[in-house]
């Protein structure tokens, strides 16, 4: 069975403060990792997402993820965060299965 | 461009009553389609996903069933709503061919069973 973990569940910065969100997921076959964000008021929408090559990737606001395969992570970081960045964070697994599984999310909270 | 529509947006029925629930996708042909529940602090749970007009696969056993009558419509349903169905559900879609894509989310309905 496929599962995504996300370690944490709120998330509380101060504007300009460093990000990490921690994913880890459980499958043995091929995968195709994604962060989807949700902002207050709005549809889920696609952060960034790996398919294969380049373990790093970038996505918009100046998100980005690394695909760590030995450690079954995919954890998202952002240098700098802005008050516009309080959301709630998923990150997501596709398989060749043909079946997707989300974390539980992470609410991300900035104080200005 | 596409674009994903769900109604209603909003919906308070009684414990017992039937549901309906629609998806619809406009500007793409033979997607993947996706019903989930969202529960708060508790992510979002697969309910079905289909691959194509009359091709639905269950994700857990409940009181919900889902059907797809047209390429771009994708309906859940209850006989008999329980408190326990509260919640808030997406449709997302995704491009024909393997689940390896993205998916793109409606808006959500939310529902609560009283």
């Known amino acids: 069975a496929q599962s995504v973990s996300q370690h944490n569940h709120h998330v509380i910065l101060s504007e300009a403060a460093s990000l990490e969100l921690g994913c880890n997921y459980s499958y043995g076959g091929t995968v195709n990792l994604f962060w989807y964000v949700q902002y207050p008021g709005q549809h889920l929408q696609l952060l960034l997402k790996y398919f294969s090559g380049d373990p790093l990737v970038k996505g918009i606001k100046g998100f980005e993820a690394e695909f760590i395969k030995s450690k079954f992570s995919f954890n998202l970081r952002k240098p700098s965060v802005q008050w516009s960045d309080t959301a709630e964070y998923f990150c997501a697994l596709n398989t060749n299965a043909g079946k997707s599984t989300f974390g539980d999310g992470t609410t991300l909270t900035v104080k200005p | 461009s596409q674009t994903i529509h769900q109604w209603p947006a909003t919906l308070v029925q009684p414990v017992g009553s039937p549901l309906s629930l629609e998806c619809t996708v406009e500007g793409t042909s033979n997607p993947n389609l996706y019903w989930y529940r969202q529960a708060a602090g508790r992510g979002l749970q697969l309910l079905f996903y289909?691959?194509?007009?009359?091709?639905i696969s269950s994700e857990v056993p409940q009181n919900l069933s889902a059907s797809r009558p047209q390429d771009r419509q994708f309906i859940l349903s209850s006989k008999k709503l329980l408190l326990s169905d509260s919640g808030f559900y997406l449709c997302?879609?995704?491009?024909?061919?393997?689940?390896?894509?993205?998916?793109?989310f409606g808006p959500g309905t939310r529902l609560t069973v009283l």
């Open positions: 289909s691959v194509g007009i009359g091709q």
């Open positions: 997302a879609w995704s491009p024909p061919g393997p689940n390896y894509n993205e998916q793109f």
